[in-house]
């Protein structure tokens, strides 16, 4: 966000410096999701799907929010560059204060621990979801080997 308010407050900033600070921008933007997709799912690894569901669901209700805020924020229809200016920092000064705070709380309050809600506490169901993958595995290296005996058998690679 502030980033763009620089590239908003210099109106004499050629297309050349501005195009450079766009893709800082964009990068600054993928760092931010390689944080907080990776943290969705350390905390839920078999919900993460759905928690990165709700997540966006509300990243995106925020950013509709945006632009109203920003329209309340911008209200001036003259002619006055000076007035629109200082209004348009107030609105780009309130987005980057927010997202400092943001960042704040969750830097300080965040985790990467696994939520207990994530797994069956049942011994049960992890005895049942280890044979079951045990048996899985074992089926599946017999395939592997009478697909390789039928290969053989066939002439392999000679018969091409």
Request: glycine share 6%; net charge negative; proline share 1%.
């Amino acid at each position: 966000m502030c980033l763009q308010a620089a590239t908003c407050s210099r109106p004499n900033m050629t297309a050349k410096g501005s195009a450079i600070i766009k893709i800082e921008i964009s990068g600054f933007s993928g760092l931010a999701v390689a944080g907080y997709a990776v943290n969705v799912i350390d905390l839920a690894p078999n919900f993460s799907g759905l928690v990165m569901g709700f997540a966006n669901s509300i990243s995106t209700f925020t950013g509709m929010m945006s632009t109203v805020i920003a329209a309340m924020i911008v209200r001036s229809n003259s002619n006055d560059t000076d007035q629109v200016k200082l209004e348009w920092q107030i609105a780009l000064s309130s987005a980057a204060a927010t997202q400092l705070i943001a960042g704040t709380v969750y830097l300080l309050f965040a985790s990467a621990e696994e939520q207990s809600w994530t797994f069956d506490s049942s011994e049960a169901a992890t005895e049942v979801k280890s044979a079951t993958a045990h048996d899985s595995t074992a089926e599946q290296h017999s395939r592997n080997r009478s697909r390789q005996t039928d290969w053989n058998r066939d002439g392999g690679l000679d018969s091409c």
